[in-house]
């Protein structure tokens, strides 16, 4: 109903105190967007079991967004870039030919259509790749995994590493602003097979950060709590009471399975 309210911005109920069900239905009718109308109908169906969940519904084509590549990109280059140099971004913007194609998109008979480097804004790049690191860009509708570690594969053998330093991933930024707020949910996966936990903080400058992450049997609320805080999510100071609230959390969802 809210849904349809704000598609069609007022039911007209003729003067009546509550909406009738003729009401509904003229509202209905006058739903133009086939999307919008089949996302509304299905939602009103009289059967409860024939309406959609609302996970169901964040996959509609009403709400779901495929993420662009850029971001996709850039949360792939934040999750790996313990592999790459601190200042990889501007060495390698350095290095490259402002004049060369950067894309280029066949349109015959006309001439392609070409973007350069030179239109692409170095500044813009990084503060858009420091905006994904902050959480401001999350990738909706995704599972996000955990953060990988330091591969086992890229530790050098005992004897090589007494005959050279190898060099060390830089470490994480600390995360500054304190938690004001958490609300954390589990659900079922699909095939009832593991736990899907669901983090949303609000921090004290009101910027919200949602991490999602499947959970592993292994996994407690300390250790979650300690990982959140390495990789920069979670300020040190905020670890005792995440923890608890995590702690509070599974006792809620899985102390009561069998």
């Known amino acids: 109903m809210c849904a349809l309210e704000m598609a069609v911005l007022e039911i007209q109920a003729n003067g009546d105190t509550r909406v009738t ?24 169906a009289r059967d409860p079991s024939h309406r959609p969940s609302a996970h169901n519904l964040l996959f509609h084509r009403v709400l779901f967004e495929v993420h662009s590549l850029k971001l996709l990109a850039a949360h792939c280059f934040i999750q790996h870039q313990y592999l790459m140099p601190e200042n990889v971004v501007e060495e390698k913007t350095k290095a490259v030919d402002l004049h060369a194609v950067l894309a280029e998109i ?15 804004s170095c500044l813009e790049l990084d503060k858009f790749l420091e905006d994904v690191r902050n959480g401001i860009y999350p990738l909706m ?25 190898t060099p060390t991933p830089e470490p ?31 921090l004290e400058d009101r910027l919200h950060r949602q991490l999602t992450y499947d959970l592993l049997p292994t996994d407690s609320a300390q250790d979650l ?19 608890a609230f995590l702690e509070s959390t599974f006792l809620k969802y899985l102390g009561a399975q069998p």
């Open 141 to 165: 509708n995704f599972a996000a995994a955990r953060p990988l570690g330091l591969p086992r594969v890229l530790a050098p053998p005992p004897e090589e590493a007494q005959k050279a330093k």
């Open 225 to 243: 709590a300690t990982e959140l805080v390495y990789y920069g999510f979670v300020h040190e100071d905020d670890r005792t009471k995440l923890a």
């Open 172 to 202: 994480f930024d600390s995360e500054t602003r304190k938690v004001v707020q958490m609300q954390c949910n589990l659900e079922r996966s699909e095939d009832k097979a593991r736990w899907h936990l669901t983090l949303l903080l609000v």
């Open 21 to 44: 069900e003729e009401a509904i239905t003229r509202a209905r009718h006058s739903l133009s967007d086939p999307n919008m109308r089949e996302f509304i109908l299905s939602c009103l």
């Open 106 to 120: 066949p349109r015959p008979p006309r001439p392609p259509l070409q973007w350069r480097y030179s239109e692409v």
